[in-house]
Nanobody, 123 residues
């Protein structure tokens, strides 16, 4: 499974970014997908997940109300819209997919991972 994350960058606190996770070979079309992030010196943590159809999502409490996850099955791409960014959102963001159609917040439930995209939020 090939996942390609993009859209990261350097922004100021309060700005917005949209990350994309492309699956050009469409191997994750029927699978749930998720976003995780890892800051320096910290464990990789769950951010958001979406089921195979896009009808169900799960958002971490730390970003709830600011981040939303969506997917476009025609374009075979998942998105993470990040608003009101804070310096503590600085991390490498990874997209991942499961072998199953339902969402999960557990890192161990995801078997395919993209390469990560850096998000840096300055204060």
């Amino acid at each position: 499974v090939q996942l390609q994350a993009s859209g990261g960058g350097l922004v100021q606190a309060g700005d917005s970014l949209r990350l994309s996770c492309a699956n050009p070979k469409r191997t994750s079309s029927n699978n749930a997908m998720g976003w995780f992030r890892q800051a320096p010196g910290r464990e990789r943590e769950f951010v958001a997940a979406i089921n195979w159809s896009g009808s169900s999502t799960s958002i971490a409490d730390s970003v709830k109300g600011r981040f939303t996850v969506s997917r476009d099955r025609v374009k075979s791409t998942m998105y993470l819209q990040m608003n009101s960014l804070k310096p503590e959102d600085t991390a490498v963001y990874y997209c991942a997919s499961r072998r199953y159609s339902t969402t999960s917040s557990a890192r161990a439930d995801y078997v395919y991972w993209g390469q990560g995209t850096q998000v840096t939020v300055s204060s």
